[in-house]
C-alpha cells in the first residue's frame, strides 16, 4: 500500500514538475515572440520616415518645390544618402516671386538655372534647429552656410526667428523646422533665396 501511494504521489510530482516545465517554455516562447515582434514595430517605425523627397510630396506645403525638384531632376540627389539639410519654400513662398518666374524656371531649357537656385536651398549634412541657432549664437549673431551650389547663405536670429539672408541681400523666414527624414532634415521657409 505504501509503495502504491509512494508511486502515485511519485506520478503527481513528475506530471506537476512536466506541466511547470512546459508551461515555463512556453512563457519564454511568448516573452521572446513578443520582444521580436515589438522589434519589428520599432522597425518598421524607422523605416516609416521617407527620404526627403517623400517627406516633401507627403506635404501639401511644398508641391511647387515637389514639381521643381522634378524639373531639375534632383529627385535621386535629395533621395540619396545625404544626409543634407533644406531650406524649403513652401507653395506661398515660390508665389511672392515675379509673375511667370516659375513657369520659365521649370521649362527644360532652363534646368541649369533651376537646378542651382534648387541647390541654393541645400546644404550639406544635417542641421536640426537647436544646431543651427547654436551656430548663430557662437559666430556672433551671424552664421555663414556654405550651399551645395557652392553660395553662401547669411543665417542670423531676429525676434527668435532664424531669417536667412540670401547673397543679393534678400531674407526668407524660417517657418517650420525640423521635419525630419531618413537622409536628412527641412526647414520650411517663407520665401525662395537667390544667389548671384
Do not use: R, W
Not at 551671424?142 to 553660395?151: A, P
Amino acid at each position: 500500500m505504501k509503495i502504491k501511494k509512494f508511486i502515485t504521489l511519485l506520478l503527481m510530482v513528475s506530471l506537476v514538475t512536466a506541466y511547470s516545465c512546459v508551461n515555463s517554455k512556453e512563457k519564454k516562447e511568448a516573452e521572446v515572440e513578443t520582444e521580436i515582434e515589438m522589434e519589428t514595430q520599432e522597425e518598421e517605425e524607422i523605416e516609416e520616415v521617407g527620404t526627403i523627397v517623400d517627406v516633401a510630396v507627403s506635404n501639401d506645403n511644398f508641391t511647387t518645390l515637389v514639381a521643381a525638384v522634378k524639373a531639375a531632376d534632383l529627385v535621386g540627389t535629395l533621395s540619396s544618402e545625404g544626409p543634407f539639410t533644406v531650406f524649403a519654400p513652401v507653395n506661398a513662398a515660390f508665389e511672392k516671386l515675379p509673375e511667370g518666374t516659375i513657369e520659365t524656371l521649370l521649362k527644360p531649357e532652363n534646368k541649369e538655372m533651376l537646378t542651382a537656385v534648387l541647390t541654393y536651398h541645400v546644404v550639406s549634412g544635417e542641421f536640426n534647429a537647436e544646431a543651427v541657432i547654436g551656430a548663430i549664437n557662437d559666430n556672433n549673431g551671424k552664421f555663414e552656410i556654405k550651399t551645395v551650389q557652392g553660395e553662401m547663405l547669411t543665417a542670423s536670429l531676429v525676434d527668435g526667428k532664424v531669417i536667412l539672408t540670401d547673397a543679393t541681400g534678400n531674407t526668407a523666414t524660417v517657418v517650420m523646422t525640423d521635419i525630419e527624414a531618413s537622409n536628412g532634415i527641412i526647414h520650411a521657409i517663407d520665401t525662395v533665396v537667390m544667389s548671384k
